[in-house]
């Protein structure tokens, strides 16, 4: 079975602070996909990226970068210089290869960046 | 191009009742997934369809069901509401690609009186 942890409810920071977003994951498939998500108040769920369990490269994006680890089962988020439009609920998720269209998410984190 | 389309956004609907969700995915895509979002249980897979067949079902009872049609439009039933059915759901489509990343929709936020 697959499980997600974001062991992180809510976190605070104030407004270019850097914030790291922990993820720690559980699968017995050898091929999978991990996610980010964004869900603002609005409610959509923003897709920010995918990773392939066999690509363990760090992957930068602006102020947003991911370090995928396999050895320790984790895919965390760092958002550098945060900002307050960063303010949302953000999800991990989990797809195994074969099963691409079913993801397992994890309960998500809450960040909040104040002025 | 146009996102993932959900209709409506909002329902009130009574005990017993049943509803049926709608999802447009973007154009192109085949594959779309329904989730189910609560407070409490967090998002919850419910089933994906892709080319007019479930691939993959999720852990709920019989009442929720699905389907798709030939330009990838799905939608959701839900029959017998309950309280508990109050929920955001939400719908996701992509197009397969290598580095795909599902769109998600903006959700039906389904409220059960």
């Known amino acids: 079975a697959q499980k997600v942890t974001q062991a992180q409810t809510e976190i605070s920071v104030v407004e270019k602070e850097d914030v790291t977003l922990d993820c720690v994951y559980e699968?017995?498939?050898?091929?999978?996909?991990l996610f980010w998500y964004k869900q603002p108040p609005s409610g959509e769920l923003v897709f920010l990226i995918r990773r392939n369990s066999f690509d363990e490269q760090n992957e930068i994006s602006g102020r947003y970068s991911w370090n995928f680890q396999k050895s320790t089962s984790s895919f965390n988020f760092t958002i550098t210089a945060s900002q307050v439009v960063d303010s949302a609920v953000y999800f991990c998720a989990l797809s195994e290869a074969r099963n691409a269209g079913k993801s397992t998410f994890g309960d998500g984190t809450t960040l909040t960046v104040k002025p | 191009k146009a996102g993932v389309t959900q209709t409506p956004r909002y329902l009130i609907k009574t005990r017993g009742q049943q509803v049926t969700l709608s999802c447009s995915p973007i154009s192109g895509h085949r594959s779309v997934s329904w989730y189910q979002q609560t407070p409490g249980q967090g998002l919850q897979f419910l089933f994906e369809?892709?080319?007019?067949?479930?691939?993959n079902k999720g852990n709920f009872p019989g009442r929720f069901s699905g389907r798709q049609f030939s330009n990838s439009r799905s939608e959701m039933n839900v029959s017998t509401l309950e309280l508990g059915d109050s929920a955001l759901y939400l719908c996701?489509?992509?197009?397969?690609?290598?580095?795909?990343?599902?769109?998600f929709g903006s959700g039906t936020r389904l409220t059960v009186v």
């Open positions: 996701a489509s992509s197009g397969g690609t290598e580095n795909y990343g599902y769109t």
């Open positions: 699968t017995r498939d050898t091929t999978y996909y």
């Open positions: 369809y892709f080319s007019e067949t479930q691939r």
